[in-house]
């Protein structure tokens, strides 16, 4: 079972516009947060993360919002550049004990120009 | 300094084959992690390292699937016996501390290594 789910395989915006990405998971336990992004044949790099004990958590044009009662996770960029065309993805920790990140499939953005 | 680097970049078997993938982690990373990405999916993981010990690895598929970090350093991936299934990439990431050890959990990828079964 996918307990790490990103429902939009992609994403398409315009330039200088907001981007949200959307993540939900099933596991209450989780309590770390992780954004990703990727380009194609390169590992993924670190975007932003959050801990389950916060809501928020801005990093220049990243910002991470955590909906615990929703178990819902959103990644805004504002404003969007064409650099920002990616994968991306979202992954969470488990409760201590365990060093297993479970990653989301991914969604494609795609910032127009 | 050097990122996290995997060799060889491309790997092509033949079914039955083993193979060994290598990663050089950032130098000084206490976590290794070893992850499976197939074609359209997130990373999965296989099994993490804290220096040299082998603390989980839960995530390896089978027993032909076979990592090591004997000096808390590099580590090699072992595939022995290769199946078609096995086609993916297999990444490679360390962090500078652990679980348990106060670090952060922000994880360092390396570009992966694309196995081919054929």
């Known amino acids: 079972d996918q307990q790490v789910k990103q429902n939009s395989p992609s994403l398409s915006v315009q330039e200088g516009r907001i981007s949200i990405l959307n993540c939900d998971y099933t596991n209450s336990m989780f309590d770390y947060f992780l954004w990703y992004k990727k380009y194609p044949a390169e590992g993924p790099t670190f975007l932003i993360s959050i801990s389950s004990i916060k809501d928020k958590n801005e990093d220049g044009r990243f910002t991470v919002f955590l909906n615990k009662s929703a178990k819902h996770l959103s990644l805004h960029i504002v404003p969007s550049q064409p650099g920002d065309s990616a994968v991306y993805f979202c992954?969470?920790?488990?409760?201590?004990?365990?060093?297993?990140?479970?990653f989301g499939t991914g969604t494609r953005l795609k910032v127009l120009a | 300094g050097a990122g996290v680097s995997q060799s060889p970049r491309y790997k092509v078997a033949k079914r039955g084959q083993d193979v060994a993938l290598r990663c050089d982690p950032i130098?000084?990373?206490?976590?290794l992690f070893w992850y499976q990405q197939a074609l359209g999916q997130g990373p999965e993981f296989l099994t993490y390292f804290q220096n040299e010990a082998q603390l989980d690895k839960s995530g390896l598929p089978s027993d032909r699937f076979f990592a090591e970090r004997p000096e808390g350093s590099v580590s090699t991936l072992k595939i022995q016996r290769t199946q078609q299934e096995d086609s993916a990439v297999y990444l490679c990431?360390?962090?500078?501390?652990?679980?348990?050890?106060?670090?952060?959990?922000?994880?360092?990828f390396g570009p992966g290594t694309r196995l081919t079964v054929t």
């Open positions: 990431a360390s962090s500078l501390g652990g679980r348990g050890t106060g670090g952060s959990y922000e994880q360092y």
């Open positions: 992954a969470a920790i488990p409760g201590s004990g365990t060093y297993k990140y479970i």
């Open positions: 130098s000084g990373h206490v976590s």
